[in-house]
């Protein structure tokens, strides 16, 4: 049978004068005890042992309990708080050390220190409650938040250590100077929550800790929504970040499962993976993005299935001897490139639908720099659908490109091999090499190009065979310079133009055209037209020409992110 005892500083029958005398009564009786408190202000510690339940008797915010200095609430047993508010500073305000301690209705307000905190073995329940200017500290025990308020904490709203497990439910978490969660070397769950305005990440995982996330909604957070680091895992579904600098990070080795996710205006990256992380990434839209969508760097190499990626800057560059698989994914009206791959980085991008953006795929750096398309459909690139250089190879299978300057190019020493692809209604040219760049084409088709089918010059090597080229408006293929090569089992149809015109270095074996075939000293008439060209996608073709010079991929891009792995968080 629970035992009842009443606090008031006023007096009564049987009253206690305050909470402590209370406290000590029941401990004496050894039995249950609920305590009803009268409204007040208790300038009193409590410590708080066995099956114990203190109640503001009118209810939440109508007992305030604090000390200028030392804790407020020490509990051990099973201890449960119900509408009171704790207030302290620099020290653990609330803490249990045994047993369990549910707190709900309860504010605790901490200038500084620890608000709450969950010792080893303990269990606590946090629910309806508000917890101001402090951090909660779960340290190896477990831990239920429900429907809490988390505000203007001075480093982490909430910490999870040392093997703790905790859930998050429901629950606002704003303000926060450092993070909004972090998980190390434990396991945490946050479903169902708001954070917004961390100066850091507003959920982060380290040191091998397990973070899942669903239905939660970040915002104007300074760092990452959320950041998983040192080989930690996790889940994010259903969450949208939006306006953080980076809307999900990756790095040292984690490898996070994210779904269904929304990141959106992130000032720099939507997603971020490097240093060794991986991480798979499916049916996210990355909206607006400052810098990068999808930004892999140093060693990084992801899988991203479906979703979108619209509006900003750079769509997905993978760069510093990072790797990824890109399937499935809509790329759409950026302001630069779709697909970057530079710097000995690798990349696989399969059915995609490249759209409106500046050009569709760049690619440079030295022979460890490849990339792989395949069934994907550039359309309406300002620039070229694909064009490579440095010592990069890139191969394309199924490839579909449609308007824009140039379909496919290759410059410098580059090596680009395309097979069973279509390039249509380009106003300069289908496929072309510069340079001493190599060009493998078989089953290319070209159609209703403004100037050239295929080209070639410098000193480019070009092997096309099994190609077609049709309505061409000036030539089906076009060789000058240096260039070299074979055109074999090809076909030039049209009413306009030549079929070839040649330099004498290019064989032509068995092709089918009812065009002429212009040999290197059967220039067309009139003067030799000069042209010098300086445009990193590829060049724009006017009409017909000859004995050009191309300057092409003499741009210096440079992609660099000034943010360390590890921030010397706090717990």
């Not at 990434?281 to 979108?308: M, W, Y």
């Not at 750079?314 to 697909?339: K, P, W």
């Not at 440095?390 to 191969?395: E, I, K, L, N, P």
Request: glycine share 14%; charged share 20%.
């Amino acid at each position: 049978m629970v035992a009842r005892y009443v606090v008031s500083p006023r007096g009564g029958r049987r009253a206690h004068p305050d909470i402590t005398s209370a406290l000590r009564a029941a401990a004496a009786r050894g039995r249950p005890a609920l305590i009803e408190i009268a409204p007040g202000r208790y300038e009193e510690s409590l410590t708080v042992r066995g099956d114990v339940r203190l109640v503001a008797a009118e209810g939440p915010g109508s007992v305030v309990v604090g000390r200028p200095r030392g804790p407020v609430l020490d509990a051990a047993g099973s201890v449960r708080v119900h509408g009171l508010t704790l207030v302290g500073r620099e020290t653990d305000v609330a803490a249990c050390h045994a047993g369990a301690l549910t707190l709900d209705h309860t504010e605790i307000r901490a200038h500084g220190g620890v608000a709450l905190h969950a010792r080893p073995h303990t269990t606590v329940t946090l629910r309806d409650s508000v917890v101001a200017h402090g951090r909660t500290l779960f340290t190896g025990g477990a831990g239920l938040v429900e429907r809490c308020r988390f505000t203007d904490a001075p480093d982490n709203a909430v910490a999870v250590i040392e093997g703790a497990r905790v859930s998050v439910l429901g629950s606002l978490i704003e303000g926060s100077r450092i993070h909004g969660l972090r998980v190390s070397d434990a396991h945490a769950e946050v479903v169902g929550c708001e954070l917004t305005g961390t100066g850091q990440a507003a959920l982060t995982a380290d040191a091998r800790a397990r973070l899942v996330v669903a239905d939660c909604v970040i915002t104007a957070v300074h760092g990452e929504g959320i950041m998983f680091t040192e080989q930690s895992r996790g889940s994010v579904d259903r969450t949208r970040v939006d306006g953080a600098r980076h809307g999900i990070g990756a790095a040292g080795g984690a490898d996070p499962l994210v779904r269904g996710c929304v990141l959106a205006d992130c000032h720099d990256t939507g997603i971020n993976v490097q240093t060794d992380a991986r991480g798979r990434f499916e049916d996210c839209q990355v909206l607006g993005s400052g810098n990068i969508a999808v930004f892999v760097t140093k060693g990084g190499a992801p899988e991203v299935h479906g979703g979108r990626i619209s509006g900003g800057n750079v769509g997905i560059a993978v760069t510093e001897s990072a790797r990824g698989r890109f399937t499935g994914i809509a790329v759409e009206d950026l302001t630069n490139t779709a697909l970057r791959v530079f710097d000995d980085s690798g990349a696989t991008f399969t059915d995609l639908r490249v759209e409106r953006c500046q050009s569709g795929l760049e690619a440079r750096g030295n022979g460890g720099t490849t990339a792989e398309v395949a069934d994907t459909a550039f359309r309406d690139c300002e620039m070229a659908a694909v064009a490579i250089g440095g010592q990069s190879r890139v191969t394309l299978r199924n490839v579909t490109a449609e308007r824009g300057i140039l379909g496919f190019g290759v410059s410098d020493e580059a090596q680009l091999r395309v097979t069973d692809s279509v390039v249509t209604a380009v106003s300069g040219a289908g496929a072309g090499a510069l340079g001493s760049g190599r060009l493998i084409a078989r089953n290319l088709t070209v159609n209703g190009s403004g100037a050239l089918g295929v080209y070639g010059t410098g000193s480019a090597y070009l092997d096309i065979t099994r190609s077609g080229f049709t309505d061409c408006a000036h030539a089906g293929a076009s060789f000058d310079a240096e260039a070299g090569g074979q055109l074999v089992d090809c076909a030039v149809d049209g009413t306009t133009g030549v079929a070839v015109v040649g330099n004498g270095r290019v064989e032509t074996v068995r092709l089918r055209t009812s065009l002429k075939v212009l040999r290197h000293a059967e220039k067309p008439a009139g003067p030799p037209q000069q042209q010098i060209i300086n445009i990193f996608n590829g060049p724009v073709f006017n009409g017909p020409v000859h004995d050009i010079q191309v300057a092409w991929g003499n741009e210096n891009v440079s992609q660099h992110q000034d943010r360390t792995e590890g921030d010397g968080s706090r717990s």
